[in-house]
């Protein structure tokens, strides 16, 4: 019954930019602790790009995204945007939202937890960002 589908993936030159977004069936977003976008190409470990803890909108980005990766949120669409410039080859992977709903994460510091993949609790089924000229 619990669904995180994201959408908004697709091929675009270096310098473009995406949209990227994750709705949620079955659960609410917006009662959830955070919600984090991953991200993972087949030769690299599986990482987190940015997160959002609900109560308070507080978003968190990994270092090689700050100031062109956004996250954002409709708790009127149930969905978590995450919009992305300035696209980098090295962008080039499959996109994960997750959802920490019952909150593994509340107990530990965000800011350097936020992170952890095994702290989320429901995934997607991931959209491919291609970045290439």
């Known amino acids: 019954q619990v669904q995180l589908v994201e959408s908004g993936g697709g091929l675009v030159q270096p310098g473009g930019s995406l949209r990227l977004s994750c709705t949620a069936s079955?659960?609410?977003?917006?009662?959830?602790?955070?919600v984090g976008w991953f991200r993972q190409a087949p030769w690299k470990e599986r990482e987190g790009v940015s997160a959002?803890?609900?109560?308070?909108?507080?978003?968190v980005y990994t270092d090689s995204v700050k100031g062109r990766f956004t996250i954002d949120r409709d708790d009127s669409k149930n969905t978590v945007y995450l919009e992305m410039n300035s696209l980098k080859p090295e962008d080039t992977a499959v996109y994960f939202c997750?959802?920490?709903?019952?909150?593994?994460?509340?107990?530990?510091?965000?800011?350097?937890?936020?992170?952890?993949?095994?702290?989320?609790?429901?995934w997607g089924q991931g959209t491919q960002v291609t970045v290439s000229s």
């Open positions: 997750a959802t920490d709903y019952q909150g593994p994460l509340r107990d530990r510091p965000f800011e350097t937890d936020w992170y952890t993949y095994s702290k989320y609790d429901f």
């Open positions: 079955g659960l609410t977003l917006a009662d959830s602790y955070a």
């Open positions: 959002i803890r609900i109560g308070d909108s507080y978003a």
